[in-house]
């Protein structure tokens, strides 16, 4: 790990500690403050370059305290000899991630091969509690995504996720799986790449849930949705937020159901079938009138 890598590790995550990480705004002032006077990314970041950067002392105890925690890092590390470190700066860390802006994650703990992150994906959410059609549909794209050779991006939650995944899986595909409980409980299996930020050890949270549907819908070209309450629950957030901010194409089944028809209002793409081919999905035209 460069020692850049390192900094970025160690000011964001808690490293099994009850201690406060930087914020992701936080750091962003802070990277700010000492790009202006320093240029050497992986130079020593002691209190006086601090000062000289403007940071306020409060901040530069914080900031020196976290950055004090190298072998504390080095026995986190060594506790889960399974699972690497890839930080925003990383070779291989995926530009469609990067693309998030201040909600990139900063680090992220992989259980697997992160060289799937660097595959071409595309994302399957959906519903934990599915109709036969919609289950089917999680099925059928899980199978196309092996076959026509993209990485199956999910989170692994019942229902959708577990059932596209295990047909990507059968039919000899590749899985990103974004978790949001403890990477440390995910069972080790050939060619699923687990995936969780902050920490390899940390357990479900809301908020954490939420983060890793964003990921989902950013790191995907192609998003597909099995299935969809009308305004509520992850699925619907998630997706809502992919449409608003246009991180990549969704696709839903017109399956008769409120939820797929507002999304389609809010610019999803409505299937009126199972789509033979991922790969030949385009996104819709936009006429000068829209």
């Not at 020196?64 to 925003?88: G, M």
């Not at 992850?234 to 159901?257: H, I």
């Amino acid at each position: 790990m460069r020692p850049a890598e390192k900094l970025l590790v160690l000011l964001l995550c808690r490293l099994g500690q009850e201690i406060r990480p930087l914020r992701p705004a936080e750091l962003r002032r802070f990277s700010e403050a000492l790009a202006a006077v320093h240029t050497d990314e992986n130079a020593e970041v002691t209190d006086d370059v601090l000062r000289a950067c403007g940071i306020a002392a409060e901040m530069r105890q914080r900031v020196l305290s976290l950055l004090a925690r190298e072998n504390v890092l080095t026995s986190y590390l060594a506790a889960a000899p399974d699972i690497s470190v890839l930080t925003r700066i990383s070779e291989g860390y995926p530009q469609r991630l990067r693309s998030l802006g201040a909600e990139c994650p900063g680090v992220l703990f992989c259980k697997g091969d992160p060289r799937l992150l660097a595959t071409r994906c595309v994302s399957l959410v959906g519903s934990r509690r599915l109709s036969a059609q919609g289950r089917a549909f999680a099925r059928h794209i899980g199978t196309l995504a092996a076959k026509e050779g993209f990485t199956l991006v999910s989170g692994g939650a019942p229902g959708a996720d577990r059932t596209a995944q295990e047909a990507c899986l059968a039919a000899g595909g590749r899985v990103v799986s974004f978790v949001p409980d403890a990477l440390t409980g995910c069972r080790a299996r050939k060619n699923v790449l687990y995936c969780s930020d902050e920490g390899y050890e940390l357990t479900f949270s809301a908020a954490r849930a939420l983060r890793r549907n964003l990921f989902i819908h950013a790191l995907g070209e192609k998003v597909f949705v099995a299935q969809c309450p009308r305004c509520a629950g992850g699925t619907w957030a998630g997706t809502q937020e992919n449409l608003r901010r246009g991180l990549s194409t969704v696709y839903a089944l017109r399956d008769g159901t409120e939820g797929a028809e507002a999304l389609g209002a809010l610019g999803a793409v409505l299937l009126p079938g199972f789509p033979p081919a991922i790969g030949d999905l385009e996104p819709p035209q936009l006429s000068i009138f829209n």
